[in-house]
């Protein structure tokens, strides 16, 4: 997400977080906070006011909110392409591996929205495919054969296992 915009978005929710929780929000450093705040200040997007000795106050203005919705605009659609095409990835290896006589998948992965994106995918071919999933959070309930397939989703590391696949890596 473009650091403008989740800095529009955090100053909205909390006008009165500071700078240094900003830089610890976005992951980068203080200086680079206070460069973006102040070009923001400048093109008067944002407008600050001090509410004590080192607090401050941002208020955004409506140039800021005219911003916001245009990055907004481009960020929700930029992930909306995001998550189709690896709805579409999933979609084709599914598939794939049913065509190969897979009929049941396990689930294995932090149950976030990537996890309920893959399992959207499957319940929707479901309407098409004898094939059934679940969601396991032990790998020793997984059964290693040409009947079951193992979906990951993790974002450093991919389980050695002949019937796996870590979604990410598609």
Same mark, same amino acid.
């Given at each position: 997400? !473009?650091?403008? &915009? ?5 100053? #909205?929710?909390?006008? *009165?977080? %500071? =700078?240094? =929780?900003? %830089? /610890? ?23 600050? %006011? ?10 955004? *203005? ?9 990055? &907004? ?29 897979? %009929?049941?998948?396990?689930? @294995?992965? #932090?149950?976030?929205?990537? @996890?309920?994106?893959?399992?959207? *995918? ?6 098409? @495919? ?6 396991? $959070?032990?790998? !020793? /309930?997984?059964?290693?054969?040409? /009947?079951?397939?193992? &979906? *990951?989703? !993790? ?5 050695? $296992?002949?019937? =796996?696949?870590?979604? &990410?890596?598609?």
């Amino acid at each position: 997400m !473009d650091r403008d &915009l989740r800095i529009l978005l955090i100053v #909205e929710d909390e006008p *009165t977080i %500071s =700078q240094r =929780q900003l %830089s /610890k929000r976005l992951g980068c450093s203080l200086g680079t906070v206070n460069k973006l705040i102040s070009n923001m200040v400048e093109n008067k997007e944002v407008e600050v %006011s001090h509410s004590g000795i080192n607090d401050y106050v941002y208020k955004i *203005t409506e140039k800021g909110r005219k911003k916001k919705a245009k990055l &907004l605009y481009c960020f929700v659609l930029e992930s909306f392409d995001v998550i189709s095409s690896m709805k579409k990835k999933i979609k084709a290896l599914v598939e794939d591996l049913v065509k190969k006589g897979v %009929s049941v998948f396990f689930l @294995y992965g #932090e149950k976030n929205d990537i @996890y309920k994106i893959i399992k959207m *995918t499957i319940i929707e071919l479901k309407r098409d @495919y004898d094939i059934d999933y679940s969601f396991v $959070n032990n790998l !020793d /309930k997984v059964e290693n054969d040409d /009947k079951h397939f193992l &979906l *990951t989703w !993790d974002k450093e590391e991919a389980i050695n $296992n002949i019937n =796996q696949v870590n979604i &990410l890596m598609l």
